[in-house]
């Protein structure tokens, strides 16, 4: 999001730019594996990120399990097409 440019010093500027590409580099990783397997006909980077903010872990104190809330049937299936696992 580079629409906010108040920034006061230059190493404070560098590494906007470099978050900014770094942010570049996996958003077009994860749409060329949308394309590879035609996501990219029905749905939107957008859409499967805004899908996925509901998905949490929660850290409980004094437990070694994460607690992980239950996914739905979409967010199984972009856990599949990015071959992430809980």
Request: aromatic share 6%; net charge positive.
């Amino acid at each position: 999001d580079m629409k906010r440019l108040r920034i006061h010093s230059n190493t404070a500027m560098e590494g906007r730019i470099f978050i900014q590409f770094v942010a570049l580099i996996l958003t077009t990783y994860l749409r060329r594996i949308m394309e590879k397997q035609g996501w990219n006909r029905s749905h939107n980077l957008q859409e499967i990120m805004s899908e996925m903010k509901s998905l949490k872990e929660i850290s409980v104190e004094g437990k070694r399990k994460k607690l992980v809330t239950t996914p739905t049937k979409f967010q199984r299936q972009i856990m599949e097409l990015y071959q992430v696992t809980l």
